[in-house]
């Protein structure tokens, strides 16, 4: 059943594609909901699969973050003006990588070099921030704060290497959607707050976004 609806996420991403690229600006929202709902679902089969209470220390964290991260797609798909619907969007990813690295610390406990390479990679990311050609409106701030949130996820996304044996499926696809993630987000940096994008960018988000949201919610399912 999770493959049907990864299936149909996709389908309705295209959709949304195809709305954003024709200029229909209530379609491409109710298709971004639509999609993300997909991955939601998805989620929710595989909680549904796997009762024991191990799994599902793992399973239902990461179900409440599909679920913020959905709140986030429909914040910003109605996001025009880079106002308060842009915050809380921005707040609402915030809480989904907590509530991914919550899911992820119980997979695999925290370890000193998870905090350094936590600090390497959001040292990076500012550099990205503070250097770029960005026009922030203000928004620096609450940048820089989602920043070091989804840094520290995308280390302990990969840190489930060192901890495979458990279940090397769901730690491959969880390292595969915490890259595709992070790489999502950068490009739709340069969407939002770059200067003359083209349209590819925000599919290229899209595509990279959408990809990430279903690896992980494949792995509660592997």
Same mark, same amino acid.
């Given at each position: 059943?999770?493959?049907?609806?990864?299936?149909?996420?996709?389908?309705?991403?295209?959709?949304?594609?195809?709305?954003?690229?024709?200029?229909?600006?209530?379609?491409?929202?109710?298709?971004?909901?639509?999609?993300?709902?997909?991955?939601?679902?998805?989620?929710?089969?595989?909680?549904?699969?796997?009762?024991?209470?191990?799994?599902?220390?793992?399973?239902?964290?990461?179900?409440?973050?599909?679920?913020?991260?959905?709140?986030?797609?429909?914040?910003?798909?109605?996001?025009?003006?880079?106002?308060?619907?842009?915050? !809380? $969007?921005? /707040?609402? &990813?915030?809480?989904?990588? #907590?509530?991914?690295?919550?899911?992820?610390?119980?997979?695999?406990?925290? %370890?000193?070099?998870?905090?350094?390479?936590?600090?390497?990679?959001?040292?990076?990311?500012?550099?990205?921030?503070?250097?770029?050609?960005?026009?922030?409106?203000?928004?620096?701030?609450?940048?820089?704060?989602?920043?070091?949130?989804?840094?520290?996820?995308?280390?302990?996304?990969?840190?489930?290497?060192?901890?495979?044996?458990?279940?090397?499926?769901?730690?491959?696809?969880?390292? !595969? $959607?915490? /890259?595709? &993630?992070?790489?999502?987000? #950068?490009?739709?940096?340069?969407?939002?707050?770059?200067?003359?994008?083209? %349209?590819?960018?925000?599919?290229?988000?899209?595509?990279?976004?959408?990809?990430?949201?279903?690896?992980?919610?494949?792995?509660?399912?592997?």
């Amino acid at each position: 059943m999770y493959l049907i609806l990864e299936g149909l996420m996709f389908l309705a991403l295209a959709g949304l594609l195809a709305a954003f690229h024709s200029g229909f600006f209530v379609w491409a929202v109710l298709f971004k909901g639509l999609t993300s709902l997909f991955f939601v679902l998805a989620g929710v089969c595989g909680y549904i699969k796997y009762k024991d209470r191990e799994r599902r220390l793992f399973s239902g964290p990461v179900c409440i973050a599909l679920l913020f991260s959905m709140a986030g797609d429909v914040l910003l798909a109605v996001d025009q003006n880079r106002g308060i619907f842009f915050v !809380l $969007g921005v /707040v609402g &990813f915030a809480a989904a990588h #907590v509530m991914f690295s919550l899911s992820f610390c119980r997979m695999c406990a925290v %370890e000193k070099k998870d905090m350094v390479c936590t600090a390497v990679l959001f040292a990076g990311l500012a550099l990205v921030l503070m250097t770029g050609d960005f026009d922030f409106q203000g928004l620096l701030p609450v940048l820089l704060g989602y920043a070091a949130v989804i840094s520290f996820m995308l280390v302990k996304a990969l840190s489930l290497w060192r901890c495979r044996q458990r279940n090397i499926k769901v730690s491959v696809l969880v390292m !595969l $959607g915490g /890259v595709l &993630f992070l790489l999502s987000d #950068v490009v739709l940096l340069y969407w939002l707050f770059g200067v003359g994008m083209p %349209e590819g960018v925000q599919w290229a988000n899209w595509i990279l976004y959408y990809m990430a949201q279903g690896c992980l919610s494949a792995s509660l399912s592997a």
